[in-house]
């Protein structure tokens, strides 16, 4: 089984392969993955470490693999106004959704309590599948991710 313990700076080579993964899962550091392309693999992640789409993982003996975000059920808002839009923001940033943010639109996990509150402000709310890149937060390593990397056992 492939291994994956650290992300990689951009690839001097094309990757060899693709993980596609919603954001729940991107989120996990340690798991057992199927590739693309069907081959089994774990990935061994330091602690804390939450995968983007086009982040590229390696490990010894392992090809490079770049991540890719899958289409998820979630909801997009949009407003007729810059201020309508930042109210909505603020609404879902007070109950702490994870949220990402576009130019002219929200999007974040579909809720219809959520797609309910927003529409009740003022915002047109679609549902669809889509890849789910929320914001990272403000205080997490430049709004990313690190690349710091432990040893498997955590060390």
Do not use: K
Request: aromatic residues 4%; proline residues 8%; contains cysteine.
């Amino acid at each position: 089984m492939l291994r994956f313990d650290r992300l990689l700076p951009t690839p001097p080579i094309p990757p060899a392969a693709t993980l596609t993964l919603p954001f729940a899962a991107r989120q996990r550091s340690r798991q057992r993955v199927r590739l693309d392309d069907g081959r089994e693999a774990a990935l061994l992640l330091p602690r804390g470490t939450v995968l983007r789409d086009g982040d590229l993982l390696g490990g010894q003996q392992a090809p490079p693999v770049q991540v890719r975000a899958a289409d998820e059920a979630v909801s997009t808002a949009r407003a007729g106004s810059p201020v309508l839009l930042a109210r909505g923001a603020y609404h879902l940033g007070n109950r702490h959704v994870a949220l990402q943010v576009g130019d002219g639109w929200l999007r974040y996990g579909h809720d219809h309590v959520l797609d309910g509150m927003l529409v009740g402000l003022g915002l047109t709310v679609c549902c669809e599948q889509a890849p789910f890149e929320p914001e990272a937060g403000a205080y997490g390593a430049g709004a990313h991710h690190t690349h710091h990397v432990a040893d498997v056992d955590g060390a």
